[in-house]
């Protein structure tokens, strides 16, 4: 019997996990296995300001591309609070691909960047 979502219950999707994993071990059955990136690194406040600087930005316009406000980076540059994990990703790919960002958002990065 199905709920109104259209899942099966709870305890028969449970019950069906159960017994593809005892299949697995068994090795009558081969499961689909996903591999998840880590998370991102920390990246603290004088890294950011160092990135901010190698790109030629201001402090506007870093908060610009990572759709933050002005404030919310500079409490980063100033250690008063810490970017979440999808700024902290953001962040990452600004710094290892600074021109994919750029070409994405159509803007120019400097030679040095």
């Known amino acids: ?17 159960l017994e593809q994993g005892i299949r697995h ?5 081969a499961l689909r296995t996903t591999t998840v990136p ?3 690194p920390v990246m603290p406040a004088r890294e950011i300001v160092g990135l901010r600087k190698r790109l030629e930005l201001s402090t506007d316009q870093l908060a610009r591309i990572l759709n933050v406000s002005t404030k919310t980076v500079l409490s980063w540059e100033q250690g008063r609070r810490r970017p979440s994990q999808a700024a902290l990703r ?7 691909k600074p021109r994919m960002v750029g070409e994405i958002l159509g803007w120019t ?3 040095g960047g």
């Open 1 to 17: 019997m199905k709920n109104p979502t259209g899942r099966k219950p709870f305890f028969e999707r449970l019950k069906t996990g």
């Open 25 to 29: 071990a068994r090795g009558e059955l």
């Open 38 to 40: 880590s998370p991102p």
């Open 90 to 96: 953001l962040l990452q790919i600004l710094a290892a």
């Open 109 to 111: 990065v400097p030679v």
